[in-house]
């Protein structure tokens, strides 16, 4: 069946430090992509989407784009910022399932 | 978009009790699910809420056990019954409108 694999981490970075978290999916058919976001004591929130290959999702500075040559979906962020801080699920979409990721959490420090 | 809303937001329970928990939309949503998400893990689906028909379950997941509610576009229950310290985890509801699904907080059940 369909799955996502996603870096586990936890990634712990300094503040403006460069961010990329792997995101690689299994799919028989034609799957729409979606970040979604984490932060302590709340639900997920949508961060990014994509619906077919070669289309960028962006969002607040984050940024992935769908690759169907590599099945990837890596989410990056040029700088990051200590309220970044939360966990990041990569999720795909087809038919009506939706899978998520292992979720990666990610600290950025002062 | 969808606000999706939750309650309780959390409860410490006894085992072998039911809680049950409830999920309002603020808006018509066409399919509405939940998922269960325990420490440190990913969602994992429960079930999809079918409006006046029994909910559809996921492997591993029974109705005696998760019985479902939704009477309408914008409401569902979940009742997790009989209650075991397994059972402890953040019960999530979610809605999918056209291409976007919303999530509710969450409900972080705690069985002692």
């Known amino acids: 069946g369909d799955s996502v694999t996603q870096m586990e981490g936890p990634v712990t970075l300094s503040e403006e430090a460069f961010l990329t978290i792997n995101c690689t999916y299994t799919?028989?058919?034609?799957?729409?992509l979606f970040w979604y976001v984490q932060y302590p004591g709340e639900g997920l929130q949508l961060l990014l989407k994509?619906?077919?290959?070669?289309d960028k999702g962006s969002n607040k500075g984050f940024e992935a784009t769908y690759r169907k040559e590599t099945t990837s979906f890596h989410l990056e962020k040029g700088s990051v910022q200590v309220s970044d801080s939360a966990v990041y699920f990569c999720a795909l979409r087809s038919d009506n399932d939706m899978r998520f990721g292992a979720g990666t959490r990610l600290t950025v420090k002062p | 978009s969808a606000v999706i809303s939750q309650k309780p937001s959390r409860d410490i329970c006894q085992r072998g009790t039911s809680l049950t928990i409830q999920c309002q939309v603020d808006s018509q949503v066409t399919m509405m699910f939940w998922y269960r998400q325990q420490p440190g893990q990913s969602l994992t689906l429960i079930a999809t809420?079918?409006?006046?028909?029994?909910?559809?379950?996921e492997s591993g997941f029974v109705i005696d056990k998760f019985p479902i509610s939704r009477p309408n576009l914008t409401f569902s229950t979940l009742t997790v019954s009989n209650m075991s310290p397994e059972d402890s985890s953040i019960y999530l509801c979610?809605?999918?409108?056209?291409?976007?699904?919303?999530f509710g907080p969450g409900t972080r059940l705690t069985v002692t």
């Open positions: 979610s809605g999918r409108q056209g291409s976007e699904q919303y």
């Open positions: 809420a079918n409006q006046g028909s029994e909910a559809t379950y």
């Open positions: 799919a028989t058919g034609y799957p729409s």
């Open positions: 994509a619906t077919k290959a070669d």
